[in-house]
């Protein structure tokens, strides 16, 4: 993995190159300059054809850079919107863009006009609507939680990061119950004497807690075998993370 920040300039080439679009936003920590090495890309885009717009994007960073995993984060007849991972850069340096409708978006606060086309164009044929495969959602949802546990962790953010670590939490539970189980997930775990909580949430300090979070992270990553460079790129940031903690 580069571990290098992704340029911003080099994302906007790519993305104002886009026919499609009408206006392009920036949000979020780039667009009030108060960015850091794990800030990601948040952007915004209008368009009176969102479906071609997404695609056009999709293509073209994949061309460019090359895409370890998309994500879903919405899509509907208003909006589509989606999370790209470059290949070779840091899963932090992810790009989350909202492609919308004029008459539907809602912008963020401190959203930044970037560019602005007054003829955006119509395509010349019907795109049809695309996801990723369920299983690489799922598993990219719960990677992604880890990621943002290690990020407010580095911040300092650590009402933050307990929301991420109660996330996984409920992951471990669900990957541990039975899925025919007449009972509710807590109530079959307690059924099977599975003492785990008290290691991870009634005993034991943070240090030990952080590790089983990891461990579940590889092992999920080892049994699945999805989005093979950003599963690796991840586990590799948790790994420099324990072992900065540890010095």
């Known amino acids: 993995m580069r571990d290098s920040h992704t340029s911003l300039d080099e994302v906007i080439k790519v993305l104002t190159d886009n026919p499609h679009i009408s206006e392009l936003h920036l949000f979020g920590s780039r667009a009030i300059e108060k960015s850091d090495e794990l800030s990601d890309i948040d952007l915004t885009a209008t368009s009176p054809h969102p ?31 989606r999370t790209f991972c470059l290949s070779g850069m840091s899963p932090f340096h992810k790009i989350d863009i909202g492609f919308s409708l004029p008459s539907e978006v809602k912008f963020f606060p401190n959203s930044r006009l970037i560019l602005k086309n007054n003829k955006p164009q119509k395509p010349s044929i019907e795109f049809k609507k695309w996801t990723e495969p369920r299983a690489e959602h799922d598993y990219f949802d719960v990677m992604m939680g880890s990621l943002r546990y290690i990020k407010h962790r580095r911040r300092g953010e650590n009402w933050q990061a307990y929301k991420c670590y109660r996330g996984f939490i409920e992951q471990l539970a669900n990957a541990h119950a039975a899925s025919n189980s007449p009972h509710s997930i807590y109530k079959e775990l307690d059924i099977q004497g599975n003492d785990e909580i008290l290691r991870l949430f009634f005993a034991g300090d943070i240090h030990e807690k952080e590790r089983k979070y990891y461990e579940f992270i590889k092992n999920r990553a080892e049994n699945e075998r999805l989005l093979p460079e950003f599963s690796r790129d991840l586990q590799e940031i948790w790994e420099n993370y324990l072992d900065g903690r540890n010095q």
């Open 51 to 81: 479906a071609a717009a997404e695609a056009y994007a999709r293509k073209s960073l994949a061309d460019k850079f090359g895409l370890s995993a998309v994500y879903t984060i919405k899509n509907d007849e208003h909006e589509i919107a």
